[in-house]
């Protein structure tokens, strides 16, 4: 298959996918378990932009890869792996919606609509969080199903544990944060957050990903790496700006949830440091608490007011001119593949969800 962009990607990727998880509700022994990979293929299915996926791809071409029919169906282990991780922060940041439709755990709490409400939250979250033990067994089948040699499997391996084990840390280092004043959370923080949170696992893994199933030194994928991560870091200050002044519908969610949760964000930071004390008063009354919505249409008329918003765009737009300054001097072995890359970065920052 000729895969030339992102949408060529996404197409593929959902066709493949709905193919998959309609064999594990097949093999599915017991009635429930067939109910978990139902709901798991809903959400799987239920949009998303394919990005890692599709940086796999990317970075297998760069690298020269040769068997695209493999990379490309061995890719798609990167979304199911996100889409577990996702299932599981939904039911950390106790969301209703993502992508405009119910959440897991959410789903299967209206099961019990007649229940007491401790007693759905409960089923929810249990049934939810099973669901995300049994998705988890789908990379490894991706993977070994492949047909890779021993060699490329273990190093394949490896990476995904890795991959695993720092958005797992990162997850961890948001909650920490969150209970941390945010007065008291400094720049640093958020940007060490923003590279294990997201640049590592959203954008830098994957690359790298896919430059080890072409078979690329270690020094060729380090250096993918690097190219990276200020993108990566950019891209999650654009979900942040996103979050509060982007659109409902099209982000599938409310307006200002982080604010809600009390997440600590490049926003919160920069208000901290620079904001007027009008903004500081209004975020320490909104930050981690319930607020209508309107709310967020006096938050977005101070954050104009104050730049605060033009700083952290600003912030972004030279991290993704830093990525693109590295990627420059690779020299990779598809002049396509890099400017496709080029491109994807660019988009991290006009996306509208």
Known sequence: MSIHSLQDYKEYADGVLTRIIQKRIHASSLPMERHLWRRYGAFLLAGGKRIRGYLAYLGFQLAGGS???????????LECTHATILLFDDIIDHDALRRGKPTVHTAFGRELANAPLLTRRWFGDSQAMVTGLISMTLPSLILVDAGWDEFTLKKALSLTATLLHEVGSGEALDTELAVTPWQKVRLHDIMRLYEWKTARYSVARPLEFGALLAGARAEFRRKLFHIAIPAGIAFQIADDLLGIFGDAKTLGKPIGSDLR????TIITTLIA?????ELKRVFHRVLGRSFPLSKISHVRTLLTKSDISNKAYEIARRLIAKSLRILATLEGKDNAAKKELSLLFRLFLTRKN
């Open 67 to 77: 068997d695209q029919e493999k990379a490309l169906a061995t890719s798609l282990l």
């Open 261 to 264: 949760e009390g997440k600590r």
């Open 273 to 277: 440091y620079e904001g007027s004390h």
